[in-house]
């Protein structure tokens, strides 16, 4: 076999001789053209080999395609893939092919705007459970809100549907969302709560839901160490604020991780405490969308400042923890960067996966070892990344704890 392909591959070797010839300087042509040949023949070899020896390069693989505004995915035990379209649809991958058929159960969302059906996550005992969660946009142009829904999936359907939360206060605009949701080894839920683009100074305040992380237990209760339960003046699901747009969160070891966008430039990212504050509005390296200054401070006392912030923006939309390290998608770069966790620092390895180049909204970590990626728009795709080269490795052996 071997052999045999050896024999199909000379005559492509052939073909390069000549061009390489063209390539070396003109008085090379004055010796001998026996010499030459001898030369061509060795380089030939020397091709030949080093083509023979090298293994096919790393290729990206779709999954599925046509998929109609896609907003998030994750795998089930089983090996399916259900993936969300923001208009209320739950997609099922099967085998490697997107089917027709869709899971019937799925809440009424609002889809304008931003809003519609956003996140889906398996619950980490799924396999006992069978429980999955959603969050979506719910209500009507004049009164909307995220909402967070559990569900049981039976086959293709959604039972035994349970509201867990509602963002409050209802709000009067179809923009900033958030929707990230997250579970923690103990089991509660982490979700994203944006700022609703109008309300940016309430993430400042407790007294409601924008521009926050909450935490709940996946009944909807509220667990009773969250950092403001004992507080009148504050709501107990809350666990973080101080934040504008949160797409991303990732669980890497015992810390959570979340990106959000910024306004025009001031996109982050952050290492989550419960009970600190992020700084939207009062800080942010970003100016407003019309040019005008949002706030004089970069800085203030009692706010943490991002651990990557990137300025100009690149619209961070999810995160990924993987193999040791964060990697970060984005909609108007629309790359994979790779962020390398050092201690408490974050190093930012910019773009990988060079063939990846479009608005991307979702990424994963799948479990067979590869990372999966969502594009964006009417007619988007899931991909399978191929595992990155040893060369192109930076930190596996830098997990956190
Ligand atoms: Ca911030």
Redesign the pocket.
């Known amino acids: 076999m071997r052999q045999l392909s050896n024999l199909f591959s000379v005559p492509i070797n052939l073909f390069s001789v000549p061009i390489n010839l063209f390539s070396v300087p003109i008085n090379f042509f004055s010796v001998p053209t026996r010499f030459i040949l001898v030369l061509a023949s060795a380089f030939s070899h020397c091709v030949f080999a080093q083509t023979s020896l090298s293994p096919a390069p790393p290729v990206s693989k779709t999954i599925a395609k046509g998929l109609d505004s896609p907003w998030a995915f994750d795998f089930l035990p089983n090996g399916d893939i259900l993936v969300t379209e923001r208009k209320g649809k739950l997609r099922v991958i099967q085998n490697g092919a997107l089917m027709g058929a869709d899971i019937s159960g799925i809440p009424d969302v609002f889809y304008a705007g931003q809003g519609g059906l956003l996140d889906v996550m398996i619950d980490r005992d799924f396999a006992t459970n069978q429980r999955l969660y959603l969050s979506y946009a719910w209500g009507e142009r004049g009164a909307n809100a995220l909402r967070i829904m559990s569900a049981k999936l039976d086959g293709m359907q959604l039972r035994e549907q349970q509201i867990l939360f509602t963002a409050q206060p209802l709000k009067d605009t179809s923009h900033h969302y958030a929707g990230r949701l997250l579970q923690l080894a103990d089991g509660t839920l982490l979700a994203t709560v944006g700022d609703g683009f109008d309300f940016r100074e309430q993430a400042q305040t407790l007294d409601n839901h924008f521009g926050k992380v909450i935490r709940i237990n996946n009944d909807g209760t509220v667990p009773d160490d969250n950092p403001f339960y004992d507080r009148n003046d504050a709501l107990p699901e809350i666990w973080s604020y101080?934040?504008?747009n949160q797409q991303g969160l990732a669980l890497a070891g015992q810390h959570v991780y979340e990106n959000?966008h910024g306004p025009k430039g001031?996109d982050?990212v952050?290492r989550l405490t419960p009970g600190n504050n992020?700084?939207?509005p009062v800080?942010?390296q970003g100016i407003d969308y019309n040019g005008a200054q949002i706030t004089p401070y970069q800085e203030y006392e009692g706010?943490?400042?991002?651990g990557i912030d990137w300025t100009p923006s690149i619209a961070p939309s999810s995160m990924a923890f993987h193999e040791g390290d964060l990697y970060v998608t984005s909609l108007v770069e629309g790359r994979v960067r790779k962020i390398q966790i050092d201690d408490s620092h974050l190093i930012d390895h910019g773009p990988v996966f060079p063939e990846v180049d479009e608005r991307l909204r979702d990424i994963a970590s799948g479990p067979d070892g590869h990372l999966y990626v969502l594009t964006d728009g009417h007619n988007a795709e899931l991909i399978q990344l191929p595992k990155e080269s040893p060369s192109n490795k930076v930190s596996s052996s830098n997990a956190p704890e």
């Open positions: 101080g934040h504008r959000e001031g982050e952050n992020y700084g939207w800080i942010t706010m943490e400042q991002p």
